[in-house]
């Protein structure tokens, strides 16, 4: 059982920066691949970022390329999001996300309740 807690988000004018960060409980935080998803008002919830267990392997979307960043300190149980260059088109609800596997695909098994973010144009 892993349970998420996500915080840090806000809101934020056109082409600035926000980082998200999400805390982690359990024994095997370590295993898991954690990402991030999103759902924009009146949209299906996407796929963001993800970055399997080891840190080896990193996926993301087409639209944050460039501009987003995850990272994960397994020592600490934690995982972050750094976004930079944001647009209103990124503002969404972003949920922290752990579960199995690799890629945009993974499996996901646990949730956070999820953090608003904002932009304003």
């Known amino acids: 059982q892993v349970q998420l807690v996500e915080s840090g988000g806000g809101l934020v004018q056109a082409g600035g920066s926000l980082r998200l960060s999400c805390a982690a409980s359990g024994r095997t935080f370590s295993v898991y691949t954690m990402g991030w998803f999103r759902q924009a008002p009146g949209k299906e919830r996407e796929f963001v970022t993800a970055?399997?267990?080891?840190?080896?392997?990193?996926y993301y979307a087409d639209s944050v390329k460039g501009r987003f960043t995850i990272s994960r300190d397994n020592a600490k149980n934690t995982i972050a999001l750094q976004m930079n260059s944001l647009q209103p088109e990124d503002t969404a609800v972003y949920y922290c996300v752990a579960g199995r596997g690799a890629g945009p695909g993974y499996r996901t098994d646990y949730w956070g309740k999820g953090s608003l973010v904002t932009v304003s144009s």
């Open positions: 970055m399997n267990w080891s840190s080896c392997n990193t």
